[in-house]
């Protein structure tokens, strides 16, 4: 399975972003797709997971309320939508994916075998 994510870009504070998670060779609903985000020196940490075998979701906890994962079963993409962008958020957006037989912890590098290259987000002040 290939991932390709998009949609990153320079954005004002408290505007708002979607990333997409193009999957290829495989189909959405055979994984976990997570997203991910790494900023400058910091540790890549989970962001959000969906399966879309039941539409199940996940959110950090740190991060819920202005983050959406979402899937287009059809075309398989999964989506990250970003509300009220703030400057902490600048990072690096990955989506990556996981064996739904085996994943455990749902928000851990490790457990997800297949990832993208990645889409930089900037948030400016």
């Known amino acids: 399975v290939q991932l390709q994510a998009s949609g990153g870009g320079l954005v004002q504070a408290g505007g708002s972003l979607t990333l997409s998670c193009t999957i290829s060779?495989?189909?959405?609903?055979?994984?976990?797709i997570g997203w991910f985000r790494q900023a400058p020196g910091k540790e890549r940490e989970g962001v959000a997971w969906?399966?879309?075998?039941?539409?199940?979701?996940g959110y950090s906890d740190s991060l819920k309320g202005r983050f959406t994962i979402s899937v287009h079963d059809v075309e398989d993409i999964v989506y990250l939508q970003i509300k009220g962008l703030k400057p902490e958020d600048t990072a690096v957006y990955y989506c990556?994916?996981?064996?739904?037989?085996?994943?455990?912890?749902?928000?851990?590098?490790?457990?997800?075998?297949?990832w993208g290259q990645g889409t930089q987000v900037t948030v400016s002040s």
């Open positions: 060779g495989s189909r959405v609903d055979s994984w976990y």
């Open positions: 990556a994916a996981a064996n739904p037989w085996t994943i455990v912890q749902k928000f851990e590098t490790y457990e997800y075998e297949y």
């Open positions: 969906i399966t879309s075998a039941d539409n199940t979701t």
